[in-house]
Protein backbone atom coordinates (compact mmCIF):
# COMPACT_ATOMS: atom_id res chain seq x y z
CA UNK A 1 0.00 0.00 0.00
CA UNK A 2 3.04 2.56 0.68
CA UNK A 3 4.17 2.00 -2.65
CA UNK A 4 0.23 2.48 -4.28
CA UNK A 5 0.56 5.81 -2.69
CA UNK A 6 4.09 7.42 -3.61
CA UNK A 7 3.39 6.36 -7.36
CA UNK A 8 0.18 7.96 -6.98
CA UNK A 9 1.64 10.54 -5.70
CA UNK A 10 4.42 10.74 -8.65
CA UNK A 11 1.51 10.48 -11.41
CA UNK A 12 -0.48 13.42 -9.65
CA UNK A 13 2.71 15.28 -10.20
CA UNK A 14 4.02 14.62 -13.39
CA UNK A 15 1.16 17.19 -15.13
CA UNK A 16 2.49 20.34 -13.02
CA UNK A 17 6.23 19.43 -13.50
CA UNK A 18 8.05 21.76 -15.68
CA UNK A 19 10.19 20.20 -18.63
CA UNK A 20 13.28 19.75 -16.29
CA UNK A 21 11.72 17.21 -14.27
CA UNK A 22 9.65 15.32 -17.05
CA UNK A 23 12.73 13.44 -17.41
CA UNK A 24 12.85 11.96 -14.01
CA UNK A 25 9.48 11.56 -13.60
CA UNK A 26 8.50 10.12 -16.97
CA UNK A 27 11.08 7.80 -16.54
CA UNK A 28 9.50 6.46 -13.22
CA UNK A 29 6.14 6.79 -14.49
CA UNK A 30 6.37 6.15 -18.38
CA UNK A 31 2.82 4.57 -18.73
CA UNK A 32 0.59 5.70 -15.83
CA UNK A 33 -2.71 6.98 -16.69
CA UNK A 34 -5.21 5.59 -14.09
CA UNK A 35 -4.26 6.09 -10.72
CA UNK A 36 -7.23 5.21 -9.28
CA UNK A 37 -6.50 1.50 -9.49
CA UNK A 38 -3.43 -0.14 -8.03
CA UNK A 39 -3.06 -2.75 -10.83
CA UNK A 40 -2.04 0.39 -13.25
CA UNK A 41 1.26 1.19 -11.48
CA UNK A 42 3.59 -1.66 -12.27
CA UNK A 43 6.35 -2.90 -9.67
CA UNK A 44 8.80 -1.93 -11.36
CA UNK A 45 7.99 1.98 -11.62
CA UNK A 46 7.16 1.76 -7.82
CA UNK A 47 10.56 0.23 -7.38
CA UNK A 48 12.43 3.03 -8.93
CA UNK A 49 10.60 5.54 -7.36
CA UNK A 50 11.49 3.99 -3.83
CA UNK A 51 15.03 3.98 -4.82
CA UNK A 52 15.20 7.55 -6.18
CA UNK A 53 13.69 8.38 -2.53
CA UNK A 54 16.14 6.37 -0.76
CA UNK A 55 18.91 8.21 -2.81
CA UNK A 56 20.36 11.24 -1.73
CA UNK A 57 21.75 12.77 -4.71
CA UNK A 58 18.35 11.30 -6.73
CA UNK A 59 16.27 12.72 -4.09
CA UNK A 60 18.09 15.98 -3.79
CA UNK A 61 17.11 16.41 -7.60
CA UNK A 62 13.89 15.27 -7.19
CA UNK A 63 13.71 18.09 -4.49
CA UNK A 64 15.06 20.75 -6.67
CA UNK A 65 12.51 20.54 -9.76
CA UNK A 66 9.75 20.55 -7.38
CA UNK A 67 10.97 23.81 -5.74
CA UNK A 68 11.39 25.03 -9.49
CA UNK A 69 8.08 23.96 -10.62
CA UNK A 70 6.52 26.01 -6.93
CA UNK A 71 8.81 29.27 -8.54
CA UNK A 72 6.85 29.34 -11.83
CA UNK A 73 3.77 28.63 -10.72
CA UNK A 74 4.18 31.30 -8.16
CA UNK A 75 4.99 33.81 -11.12
CA UNK A 76 2.18 32.64 -12.73
CA UNK A 77 0.07 33.14 -9.62
CA UNK A 78 1.86 36.99 -8.78
CA UNK A 79 1.97 38.91 -12.60
CA UNK A 80 4.93 41.48 -13.23
CA UNK A 81 4.47 45.07 -13.35
CA UNK A 82 5.48 44.68 -17.21
CA UNK A 83 2.37 42.64 -18.05
CA UNK A 84 -0.09 45.22 -16.24
CA UNK A 85 1.06 48.21 -18.22
CA UNK A 86 -1.43 47.96 -21.58
CA UNK A 87 0.11 47.39 -24.84
CA UNK A 88 1.29 50.69 -26.76
CA UNK A 89 -0.69 51.95 -29.79
CA UNK A 90 2.20 51.12 -32.08
CA UNK A 91 2.22 47.64 -30.85
CA UNK A 92 -1.46 46.79 -30.97
CA UNK A 93 -1.25 48.03 -34.64
CA UNK A 94 1.91 45.94 -35.09
CA UNK A 95 3.77 49.25 -36.16
CA UNK A 96 6.80 48.74 -33.27
CA UNK A 97 7.09 44.97 -34.41
CA UNK A 98 7.48 45.86 -38.29
CA UNK A 99 10.04 48.22 -37.33
CA UNK A 100 12.09 45.44 -35.89
CA UNK A 101 11.47 43.09 -38.40
CA UNK A 102 12.79 45.85 -41.02
CA UNK A 103 15.66 46.19 -39.00
CA UNK A 104 16.73 42.83 -38.78
CA UNK A 105 16.10 41.97 -42.07
CA UNK A 106 18.57 44.72 -43.44
CA UNK A 107 20.75 43.50 -41.21
CA UNK A 108 20.85 39.83 -42.26
CA UNK A 109 20.86 41.26 -45.97
CA UNK A 110 24.50 42.81 -44.97
CA UNK A 111 25.67 39.50 -43.34
CA UNK A 112 24.72 37.11 -45.84
CA UNK A 113 25.89 39.01 -48.72
CA UNK A 114 29.39 39.05 -47.65
CA UNK A 115 30.12 42.77 -48.49
CA UNK A 116 33.25 42.87 -46.71
CA UNK A 117 35.01 39.45 -48.16
CA UNK A 118 37.53 41.69 -50.66
CA UNK A 119 38.39 44.97 -51.45
CA UNK A 120 36.71 44.52 -54.60
CA UNK A 121 33.12 44.08 -52.66
CA UNK A 122 34.17 47.12 -50.34
CA UNK A 123 34.87 49.06 -53.19
CA UNK A 124 31.73 47.98 -55.26
CA UNK A 125 29.26 48.27 -52.12
CA UNK A 126 30.43 51.93 -51.70
CA UNK A 127 29.77 53.07 -54.91
CA UNK A 128 26.22 51.60 -54.66
CA UNK A 129 25.97 52.69 -51.05
CA UNK A 130 26.73 56.34 -51.95
CA UNK A 131 24.80 56.48 -55.81
CA UNK A 132 21.56 55.14 -53.91
CA UNK A 133 22.34 57.73 -51.02
CA UNK A 134 22.47 60.75 -53.03
CA UNK A 135 19.74 59.75 -55.00
CA UNK A 136 17.39 59.01 -52.38
CA UNK A 137 19.02 62.76 -50.58
CA UNK A 138 17.92 64.72 -54.18
CA UNK A 139 14.87 62.48 -54.73
CA UNK A 140 13.21 63.47 -51.30
CA UNK A 141 13.79 66.92 -51.77
CA UNK A 142 12.21 67.46 -55.32
CA UNK A 143 9.60 65.63 -54.24
CA UNK A 144 9.64 67.68 -51.21
CA UNK A 145 9.52 70.63 -53.39
CA UNK A 146 6.49 69.38 -55.82
CA UNK A 147 4.49 68.77 -52.61
CA UNK A 148 4.78 72.51 -51.17
CA UNK A 149 3.98 74.04 -54.99
CA UNK A 150 1.29 71.73 -54.87
CA UNK A 151 0.23 72.88 -51.30
CA UNK A 152 0.26 76.70 -52.47
CA UNK A 153 -1.32 76.33 -55.23
CA UNK A 154 -4.62 74.46 -53.55
CA UNK A 155 -4.59 77.02 -50.88
CA UNK A 156 -4.96 79.64 -53.62
CA UNK A 157 -7.66 77.61 -55.08
CA UNK A 158 -10.16 77.04 -52.11
CA UNK A 159 -8.67 80.20 -50.10
CA UNK A 160 -7.43 78.60 -47.38
CA UNK A 161 -4.37 78.94 -46.01
CA UNK A 162 -2.17 75.77 -45.69
CA UNK A 163 1.44 77.59 -44.69
CA UNK A 164 1.66 74.89 -41.52
CA UNK A 165 1.46 71.98 -44.02
CA UNK A 166 4.39 73.26 -45.97
CA UNK A 167 6.67 73.81 -42.37
CA UNK A 168 5.61 70.18 -41.80
CA UNK A 169 6.64 68.72 -45.59
CA UNK A 170 9.90 70.80 -44.58
CA UNK A 171 10.57 69.26 -41.15
CA UNK A 172 9.68 65.71 -42.63
CA UNK A 173 12.25 66.48 -45.68
CA UNK A 174 14.94 67.06 -43.13
CA UNK A 175 13.99 63.82 -40.84
CA UNK A 176 14.44 61.50 -44.35
CA UNK A 177 17.55 63.46 -44.80
CA UNK A 178 18.87 62.75 -41.35
CA UNK A 179 17.19 58.98 -41.96
CA UNK A 180 19.32 58.28 -45.42
CA UNK A 181 22.22 59.80 -43.89
CA UNK A 182 22.24 57.23 -40.60
CA UNK A 183 21.66 54.54 -43.04
CA UNK A 184 24.04 55.08 -45.07
CA UNK A 185 26.72 55.47 -42.25
CA UNK A 186 25.85 52.44 -41.33
CA UNK A 187 26.19 50.15 -44.12
CA UNK A 188 29.27 51.88 -44.99
CA UNK A 189 30.47 50.99 -41.40
CA UNK A 190 29.57 47.27 -41.92
CA UNK A 191 31.51 47.44 -45.78
CA UNK A 192 34.63 48.29 -43.93
CA UNK A 193 34.41 46.36 -40.86
CA UNK A 194 34.28 49.01 -38.51
CA UNK A 195 33.77 47.91 -35.66
CA UNK A 196 33.12 50.53 -33.18
CA UNK A 197 30.65 51.89 -35.34
CA UNK A 198 28.89 48.83 -35.73
CA UNK A 199 28.98 48.65 -32.20
CA UNK A 200 27.30 51.56 -31.17
CA UNK A 201 24.29 50.78 -34.20
CA UNK A 202 23.54 47.31 -33.03
CA UNK A 203 23.74 48.28 -29.49
CA UNK A 204 20.79 47.32 -27.73
CA UNK A 205 20.33 51.14 -26.44
CA UNK A 206 20.94 52.47 -29.98
CA UNK A 207 17.89 50.02 -31.55
CA UNK A 208 15.57 50.73 -28.43
CA UNK A 209 15.99 54.18 -29.01
CA UNK A 210 15.75 54.47 -33.30
CA UNK A 211 12.73 52.23 -32.94
CA UNK A 212 11.32 54.34 -30.31
CA UNK A 213 12.28 57.70 -32.50
CA UNK A 214 10.71 56.38 -35.57
CA UNK A 215 7.34 55.62 -33.38
CA UNK A 216 7.14 58.84 -31.96
CA UNK A 217 7.71 60.33 -35.33
CA UNK A 218 5.12 58.01 -36.50
CA UNK A 219 2.15 59.07 -34.00
CA UNK A 220 3.49 62.51 -34.18
CA UNK A 221 3.51 63.03 -38.34
CA UNK A 222 -0.77 61.56 -37.76
CA UNK A 223 -1.49 63.75 -34.94
CA UNK A 224 -0.46 66.54 -37.33
CA UNK A 225 -2.24 65.78 -40.45
CA UNK A 226 -5.16 65.10 -37.82
CA UNK A 227 -5.14 68.16 -36.52
CA UNK A 228 -4.55 70.48 -39.77
CA UNK A 229 -7.61 68.07 -41.20
CA UNK A 230 -9.80 70.07 -38.44
CA UNK A 231 -8.40 73.02 -39.18
CA UNK A 232 -8.94 73.33 -42.96
CA UNK A 233 -12.31 71.88 -41.94
CA UNK A 234 -13.51 74.47 -39.87
CA UNK A 235 -11.83 76.69 -41.68
CA UNK A 236 -14.06 75.60 -44.95
CA UNK A 237 -16.80 75.86 -42.76
CA UNK A 238 -16.43 79.69 -42.20
CA UNK A 239 -15.64 80.16 -45.94
CA UNK A 240 -19.08 78.55 -46.79
CA UNK A 241 -21.05 80.55 -44.12
CA UNK A 242 -23.37 83.56 -45.14
CA UNK A 243 -22.83 86.67 -43.73
CA UNK A 244 -25.48 86.08 -41.50
CA UNK A 245 -24.12 82.96 -39.60
CA UNK A 246 -20.04 84.30 -40.37
CA UNK A 247 -20.03 86.65 -36.98
CA UNK A 248 -21.37 83.58 -35.11
CA UNK A 249 -18.89 80.93 -36.81
CA UNK A 250 -16.38 83.21 -36.31
CA UNK A 251 -16.94 83.65 -32.51
CA UNK A 252 -17.34 79.87 -31.93
CA UNK A 253 -14.48 78.68 -34.08
CA UNK A 254 -11.95 79.79 -31.65
CA UNK A 255 -13.18 78.87 -28.52
CA UNK A 256 -13.95 74.99 -30.54
CA UNK A 257 -10.23 75.31 -31.87
CA UNK A 258 -9.03 75.95 -28.50
CA UNK A 259 -10.72 73.36 -26.85
CA UNK A 260 -9.83 70.31 -29.78
CA UNK A 261 -6.23 71.88 -29.44
CA UNK A 262 -6.35 70.89 -25.42
CA UNK A 263 -8.06 67.50 -25.61
CA UNK A 264 -5.89 66.75 -28.57
CA UNK A 265 -2.51 67.77 -27.10
CA UNK A 266 -3.81 65.71 -23.73
CA UNK A 267 -3.89 62.51 -26.10
CA UNK A 268 -0.95 62.82 -28.16
CA UNK A 269 1.45 63.54 -25.05
CA UNK A 270 -0.16 60.58 -23.34
CA UNK A 271 -0.05 58.37 -26.28
CA UNK A 272 3.79 59.90 -26.42
CA UNK A 273 4.46 59.08 -22.62
CA UNK A 274 2.84 55.15 -23.47
CA UNK A 275 5.48 54.84 -27.11
CA UNK A 276 8.44 55.88 -24.37
CA UNK A 277 7.64 52.79 -22.09
CA UNK A 278 5.55 54.91 -19.44
CA UNK A 279 2.87 53.80 -17.36
CA UNK A 280 0.16 56.35 -18.05
CA UNK A 281 -2.10 55.01 -15.58
CA UNK A 282 -0.14 57.29 -12.13
CA UNK A 283 -0.05 60.51 -14.65
CA UNK A 284 -4.11 60.15 -15.37
CA UNK A 285 -4.62 59.76 -11.00
CA UNK A 286 -2.21 62.66 -10.60
CA UNK A 287 -3.86 64.63 -13.41
CA UNK A 288 -7.54 63.93 -11.74
CA UNK A 289 -6.01 65.07 -8.16
CA UNK A 290 -4.45 68.43 -9.63
CA UNK A 291 -7.45 68.90 -11.19
CA UNK A 292 -9.34 69.04 -8.14
CA UNK A 293 -6.81 71.15 -6.38
CA UNK A 294 -6.50 73.67 -8.87
CA UNK A 295 -10.84 73.82 -8.82
CA UNK A 296 -10.77 74.76 -5.32
CA UNK A 297 -7.37 77.40 -5.51
CA UNK A 298 -8.73 79.00 -8.52
CA UNK A 299 -12.63 79.10 -8.21
CA UNK A 300 -12.93 83.15 -9.93
CA UNK A 301 -10.95 81.57 -13.00
CA UNK A 302 -13.40 78.27 -12.88
CA UNK A 303 -16.55 81.22 -12.51
CA UNK A 304 -14.54 82.46 -15.59
CA UNK A 305 -14.69 79.43 -18.05
CA UNK A 306 -18.17 78.40 -16.87
CA UNK A 307 -19.84 82.61 -17.36
CA UNK A 308 -17.84 82.01 -20.79
CA UNK A 309 -19.35 79.13 -22.36
CA UNK A 310 -22.99 79.99 -21.25
CA UNK A 311 -22.49 83.26 -23.11
CA UNK A 312 -20.83 81.73 -26.25
CA UNK A 313 -23.31 78.90 -26.02
CA UNK A 314 -26.16 81.10 -26.13
CA UNK A 315 -24.93 83.64 -28.76
CA UNK A 316 -25.50 86.67 -25.98
CA UNK A 317 -22.83 88.21 -28.07
CA UNK A 318 -20.24 87.88 -31.23
CA UNK A 319 -17.86 88.72 -32.59
CA UNK A 320 -17.84 92.37 -34.22
CA UNK A 321 -20.65 93.51 -32.19
CA UNK A 322 -20.77 96.03 -30.56
CA UNK A 323 -21.91 95.63 -26.64
CA UNK A 324 -21.31 97.34 -23.43
CA UNK A 325 -19.96 95.13 -20.83
CA UNK A 326 -18.64 95.85 -17.19
CA UNK A 327 -19.18 99.46 -17.60
CA UNK A 328 -17.23 99.83 -21.08
CA UNK A 329 -18.45 99.64 -24.36
CA UNK A 330 -16.68 98.75 -27.73
CA UNK A 331 -16.43 96.85 -30.78
CA UNK A 332 -16.04 92.95 -29.40
CA UNK A 333 -12.81 91.74 -30.96
CA UNK A 334 -12.49 88.45 -29.66
CA UNK A 335 -14.05 86.36 -27.45
CA UNK A 336 -12.06 82.94 -25.32
CA UNK A 337 -13.94 81.04 -22.49
CA UNK A 338 -12.08 83.11 -19.69
CA UNK A 339 -12.59 86.70 -21.14
CA UNK A 340 -14.14 89.25 -23.63
CA UNK A 341 -11.67 91.62 -25.60
CA UNK A 342 -13.67 95.32 -26.57
CA UNK A 343 -12.30 98.30 -28.40
CA UNK A 344 -13.69 101.81 -28.09
CA UNK A 345 -14.01 104.33 -30.92
CA UNK A 346 -10.73 105.97 -29.84
CA UNK A 347 -8.90 102.35 -30.47
CA UNK A 348 -8.42 101.83 -26.63
CA UNK A 349 -8.72 97.96 -25.81
CA UNK A 350 -10.56 96.58 -22.87
CA UNK A 351 -9.54 93.14 -21.55
CA UNK A 352 -13.24 91.94 -19.10
CA UNK A 353 -13.08 88.54 -17.53
CA UNK A 354 -16.32 86.78 -17.69
CA UNK A 355 -16.55 86.55 -13.89
CA UNK A 356 -16.94 90.53 -13.50
CA UNK A 357 -19.64 91.06 -16.15
CA UNK A 358 -23.04 90.91 -14.27
CA UNK A 359 -25.16 92.98 -17.10
CA UNK A 360 -24.47 92.57 -21.30
CA UNK A 361 -26.02 95.14 -23.55
CA UNK A 362 -25.33 94.35 -26.81
CA UNK A 363 -26.38 97.38 -29.15
CA UNK A 364 -25.92 95.50 -32.82
CA UNK A 365 -28.04 91.95 -31.68
CA UNK A 366 -30.18 91.44 -34.98
CA UNK A 367 -30.90 94.84 -35.46
CA UNK A 368 -30.11 98.58 -34.43
CA UNK A 369 -32.23 101.79 -34.29
CA UNK A 370 -31.43 104.85 -35.01
CA UNK A 371 -33.11 107.07 -32.40
CA UNK A 372 -33.71 110.63 -32.70
CA UNK A 373 -34.94 113.51 -30.43
CA UNK A 374 -35.19 116.34 -32.79
CA UNK A 375 -36.33 120.05 -31.41
CA UNK A 376 -37.95 122.81 -33.30
CA UNK A 377 -39.31 126.32 -32.11
CA UNK A 378 -42.64 126.33 -30.32
CA UNK A 379 -44.08 128.57 -33.20
CA UNK A 380 -43.71 125.87 -36.09
CA UNK A 381 -46.64 122.89 -36.60
CA UNK A 382 -45.53 120.24 -35.40
CA UNK A 383 -47.71 118.39 -37.91
CA UNK A 384 -45.53 119.79 -40.81
CA UNK A 385 -42.62 118.72 -39.37
CA UNK A 386 -43.23 115.37 -39.33
CA UNK A 387 -44.30 115.61 -42.72
CA UNK A 388 -41.00 117.34 -44.04
CA UNK A 389 -39.39 113.97 -41.57
CA UNK A 390 -41.26 111.63 -43.98
CA UNK A 391 -39.88 113.51 -46.49
CA UNK A 392 -36.66 112.97 -45.97
CA UNK A 393 -36.97 109.56 -44.80
CA UNK A 394 -38.47 108.53 -48.14
CA UNK A 395 -34.98 110.78 -50.24
CA UNK A 396 -32.97 108.92 -47.74
CA UNK A 397 -34.43 105.49 -48.56
CA UNK A 398 -33.96 105.78 -52.17
CA UNK A 399 -30.82 106.58 -52.26
CA UNK A 400 -28.90 103.06 -53.21
CA UNK A 401 -25.71 104.09 -50.64
CA UNK A 402 -28.37 103.72 -47.70
CA UNK A 403 -31.60 101.63 -48.92
CA UNK A 404 -29.96 98.30 -48.25
CA UNK A 405 -29.09 99.23 -44.17
CA UNK A 406 -32.91 100.41 -43.93
CA UNK A 407 -35.05 97.81 -42.81
CA UNK A 408 -38.47 99.40 -42.59
CA UNK A 409 -39.64 103.57 -42.87
CA UNK A 410 -39.33 105.90 -40.40
CA UNK A 411 -41.24 105.49 -37.15
CA UNK A 412 -42.67 109.22 -35.69
CA UNK A 413 -43.76 108.54 -32.41
CA UNK A 414 -44.73 111.98 -32.10
CA UNK A 415 -44.06 114.61 -29.79
CA UNK A 416 -42.13 113.75 -26.90
CA UNK A 417 -41.58 116.17 -24.52
CA UNK A 418 -41.55 120.18 -24.08
CA UNK A 419 -38.25 121.79 -23.16
CA UNK A 420 -37.46 125.61 -22.23
CA UNK A 421 -36.84 126.62 -25.53
CA UNK A 422 -38.39 123.93 -27.95
CA UNK A 423 -40.85 121.25 -28.95
CA UNK A 424 -39.46 117.81 -29.02
CA UNK A 425 -40.22 115.02 -31.41
CA UNK A 426 -38.87 111.33 -31.16
CA UNK A 427 -38.58 109.22 -33.86
CA UNK A 428 -36.40 106.42 -34.68
CA UNK A 429 -35.34 103.92 -38.07
CA UNK A 430 -34.84 100.06 -37.79
CA UNK A 431 -31.50 99.69 -39.69
CA UNK A 432 -29.02 96.93 -40.29
CA UNK A 433 -26.78 95.75 -37.28
CA UNK A 434 -24.10 98.41 -36.58
CA UNK A 435 -25.92 100.79 -39.21
CA UNK A 436 -27.64 102.94 -36.90
CA UNK A 437 -24.79 105.32 -36.78
CA UNK A 438 -24.34 105.99 -40.49
CA UNK A 439 -27.93 106.46 -41.22
CA UNK A 440 -28.56 108.35 -38.15
CA UNK A 441 -26.34 110.90 -39.46
CA UNK A 442 -26.81 110.79 -43.15
CA UNK A 443 -30.60 111.93 -41.97
CA UNK A 444 -29.48 114.58 -39.51
CA UNK A 445 -27.63 116.03 -42.83
CA UNK A 446 -30.65 115.90 -44.94
CA UNK A 447 -33.11 116.93 -42.00
CA UNK A 448 -30.82 120.30 -41.74
CA UNK A 449 -30.96 121.27 -45.42
CA UNK A 450 -34.32 120.24 -45.37
CA UNK A 451 -35.70 122.55 -42.55
CA UNK A 452 -33.63 125.25 -43.48
CA UNK A 453 -35.56 125.34 -46.95
CA UNK A 454 -38.77 124.74 -45.19
CA UNK A 455 -38.01 128.21 -42.60
CA UNK A 456 -38.34 125.65 -39.91
CA UNK A 457 -36.08 127.10 -37.16
CA UNK A 458 -34.16 124.32 -34.43
CA UNK A 459 -33.79 126.70 -31.78
CA UNK A 460 -30.72 127.36 -29.67
CA UNK A 461 -29.96 129.03 -26.50
CA UNK A 462 -29.53 133.12 -26.46
CA UNK A 463 -30.47 136.32 -24.36
CA UNK A 464 -32.38 139.76 -24.37
CA UNK A 465 -30.15 142.35 -23.32
CA UNK A 466 -32.53 146.03 -22.75
CA UNK A 467 -29.83 148.79 -23.78
CA UNK A 468 -31.12 152.12 -21.72
CA UNK A 469 -30.29 155.49 -23.18
CA UNK A 470 -28.60 157.90 -21.24
CA UNK A 471 -31.55 160.73 -22.07
CA UNK A 472 -35.12 159.67 -21.66
CA UNK A 473 -38.07 159.96 -20.38
CA UNK A 474 -38.77 161.40 -16.63
CA UNK A 475 -38.67 157.28 -15.51
CA UNK A 476 -35.18 156.81 -16.68
CA UNK A 477 -36.41 153.77 -18.98
CA UNK A 478 -36.77 153.84 -22.57
CA UNK A 479 -40.75 153.32 -23.67
CA UNK A 480 -39.83 150.21 -25.94
CA UNK A 481 -37.18 147.87 -25.01
CA UNK A 482 -34.40 147.32 -27.52
CA UNK A 483 -33.27 143.09 -28.14
CA UNK A 484 -30.10 142.50 -28.86
CA UNK A 485 -29.22 138.57 -29.94
CA UNK A 486 -26.28 137.04 -27.66
Partial sequence: MKKFILALCASLLLPLTPPAAHAQIEALLPVATDTQKESSVKQEDIQKLIDTLESDTDRKALVNNLQILLDEQAKKAAPSAEEDILPTLTEQLGVRGQIAETVKKYEKFLNQNAISSSFVHQSLGTFIT????????????KIAMRLINGIEHLSEKIGIRLSRISFYTRVFQTLLKFLIIGVMTYTLAKIWDLERVIAIFESAGMKSFLTSSVTVLMV???????????????????????????????????????????????????????????????????????????????????????????????????????ASLGGCTGTVEQITLRKVQLRDFAGIVYTIPFSQITTIQNLTKN??????????????????????????????????????????????????????NAVVIKARIKTLPIKQWAVGREFNRRMKMAFDQNGIEIPYPHRVVTVVPATTGTNGFPSVPIAIPD
Fill in 130 to 141: LILGIGLFLGVR
Fill in 220 to 322: AIVAALIWEAVGIYLSYILKQADDKNQTRIKTLLPLIRNIVLSVFALLFGLVIMSEMGLNVAPFIAGAGVLGVAIGFGAQSMVKDFLTGFTIVLEDIIRVGDI
Fill in 367 to 420: FSYAVMDISVDYKHNTDDVMKVLREVDIDLRADDNFKTMILEPIEIVGVDKFND
